[in-house]
């Protein structure tokens, strides 16, 4: 983990033309994404490839890692489960998945590109002609410290997508070993059900609590659920939900 002085941070919504700016208070992410062996650990999970950030895990899966990992330190459990509904209890100090404000402020350490550094040396990439992610840290790090924030697997965040039109998705961030420039980007916004698993989309771990009910980090319940009540027009480029 990597321990970060909170700042502000500009989100940009691309599809939707909006961008929003949120301050951050001090917060820890991990130096890079969870690997096979971290969780064949927590859950038992057997992995071939043990410096290899796990992939084919759902955000509902990287949340109960999450969970594991905080009782293992014996530190408070962040998230309460009931079925699929997950709750975040803001002010507890254990492990969860970062918002999207912390992954991209995290990820962009004071860079105001779409890349922090030139993305044949920060980034695995379709240039790289890779066919699977490979292992954490063979690339260089950002000037946070941290390893593989863009490129060779995307990773799960906390917020939703757009509850607007895709009710439960969630987003993940920071562009796969098969993508090209234009996705591997600090910007770059995608999202799945939290159900489902793809064999490029990982996650890293943060830490941090925050004196607060429903809203920490840039991300807010209140705004989501008013989103969803109003709904909007689907934007240009968007695919429909299926």
Excluded at 118 to 125: I, Q, R, Y
Excluded at 179 to 188: I, L
Excluded at 195 to 219: I, K, P, S, Y
């Amino acid at each position: 983990m990597v321990a970060l002085s909170g700042g502000a941070v500009t989100l940009h919504d691309a599809r939707r033309r909006q961008r929003r700016t949120t301050v951050l208070e001090d917060f820890e992410i991990g130096v890079f994404a969870v690997t096979e062996e971290q969780m064949a650990e927590m859950l038992g999970i057997s992995g071939t490839h043990p410096r290899r950030p796990v992939v084919e895990v759902s955000w509902l899966r990287a949340v109960r890692f999450c969970n594991a990992a905080s009782e293992w330190e014996g530190r408070e459990p962040v998230y309460t489960l009931d079925g699929e509904d997950v709750t975040w209890k803001v002010d507890a100090d254990g492990y969860r998945l970062p918002t999207e404000a912390e992954w991209e402020y995290a990820c962009r350490a004071g860079s105001t590109g779409p890349h922090y550094g030139p993305l044949a040396d920060v980034a695995w990439t379709s240039a790289d002609g890779v066919t699977a992610p490979q292992d954490v840290g063979l690339k260089l790090p950002n000037l946070n410290g941290m390893l593989d924030t863009l490129g060779n697997v995307w990773e799960w965040c906390w917020d939703h997508l757009d509850t607007a039109r895709y009710d439960d998705y969630r987003v993940f961030r920071g562009g796969g070993f098969a993508d090209d420039a234009w996705s591997v980007r600090a910007g770059t916004r995608r999202g799945g059900a939290p159900r489902m698993h793809h064999d490029d989309v990982g996650f890293r771990v943060a830490r941090g609590g925050f004196d607060a009910v429903d809203e920490a980090q840039g991300w807010s319940a209140r705004a989501d659920r008013e989103r969803a009540a109003v709904g909007s027009p689907l934007p240009s480029g968007w695919t429909p939900r299926r």
